[in-house]
Nanobody
Framework: QVQLVESGGGLVQAGSSLRLSCAAS????????MGWFRQAPGKEREFVAA????????YYADSVKGRFTISRDNAKNTVYLQMNSLKPEDTAVYFC??????????????????WGQGTLVTVSS
């Protein structure tokens, strides 16, 4: 059974950093595009960042560009989201997602095949 499990969320103050992890199991994700999305209270889920299977290509939402970094360790079947200079508006549940056997990076939620359950990030002002 394919599973994506996020971890690393928590409550932090504005300006702090957090690193989210997404551990994949049930298959090898080394050939898959991986993405991070987030959903704030009362809002729709939105794209945050994506990384190609090799890590050679990344793409970010404008709202996080320069503050967040997506990376992956295919040997560990894990993708990361390093979040620096956090702002209260970054408060959301963060989800990782996998687009199977893919090249490139994708921003559309509908492009992804598997999703994790999410981890909550709360940034206080």
């Amino acid at each position: 059974q394919v599973q994506l499990v996020e971890s690393g969320g928590g409550l932090v103050q504005a300006g702090s950093s957090l690193r989210l992890s997404c551990a994949a199991s049930g298959r090898t994700f080394s050939s898959d595009t991986m993405g991070w999305f987030r959903q704030a209270p009362g809002k729709e889920r939105e794209f945050v960042a994506a990384i190609s299977w090799s890590g050679g290509s990344t793409y970010y939402a404008d709202s996080v560009k320069g503050r967040f970094t997506i990376s992956r360790d295919n040997a560990k079947n894990t993708v990361y989201l390093q979040m620096n200079s956090l702002k209260p508006e970054d408060t959301a549940v963060y989800f990782c997602a996998a687009k199977l056997r893919s090249t490139g990076v994708y921003v559309q939620m509908t492009a992804y095949n598997y999703w994790g359950q999410g981890t909550l990030v709360t940034v206080s002002s």
